[in-house]
């Protein structure tokens, strides 16, 4: 699977955006999805993740409550919709696919993964 994720831009703090990560090679209805990020001198962490069927997701707690992934697998496409962004948001923003049964939010639980598209919160 490739896995191509675009979106990303400067904005202001309180902004909202959306990632878009396009799949190519194979259907993506077969993954957990996931999106994580990564700030600069930071390891990457975990955003959140969408299962298969699209109707559980579970995200991590600095994100919890203005972050929302959906995905839509006829369309090989999985969304990352952000709100009240925040400073501490600003980083590359990779989406990513697991064969896993229920997702992880470890990176290593993810075996394909976008090239990643930079988002810039100005305060």
């Known amino acids: 699977v490739q896995l191509q994720a675009c979106g990303g831009g400067l904005v202001q703090a309180g902004d909202s955006l959306r990632l878009s990560c396009a799949a190519s090679?194979?259907?993506?209805?077969?993954?957990?999805m996931g999106w994580f990020r990564q700030a600069p001198g930071k390891e990457r962490e975990f955003v959140g993740r969408i299962n298969r069927g699209g109707d559980n997701t579970g995200y991590a707690d600095s994100v919890k409550g203005r972050f929302t992934i959906s995905r839509d697998n006829a369309k090989n496409t999985v969304y990352l919709q952000m709100n009240s962004l925040k400073p501490e948001d600003t980083a590359i923003y990779y989406c990513?696919?697991?064969?896993?049964?229920?997702?992880?939010?470890?990176?290593?639980?993810?075996?394909?993964w976008g090239q990643g598209t930079l988002v810039t919160v100005s305060s």
């Open positions: 090679g194979r259907t993506i209805r077969n993954y957990v």
């Open positions: 990513a696919a697991s064969n896993g049964a229920l997702g992880s939010s470890n990176p290593s639980a993810y075996i394909y």
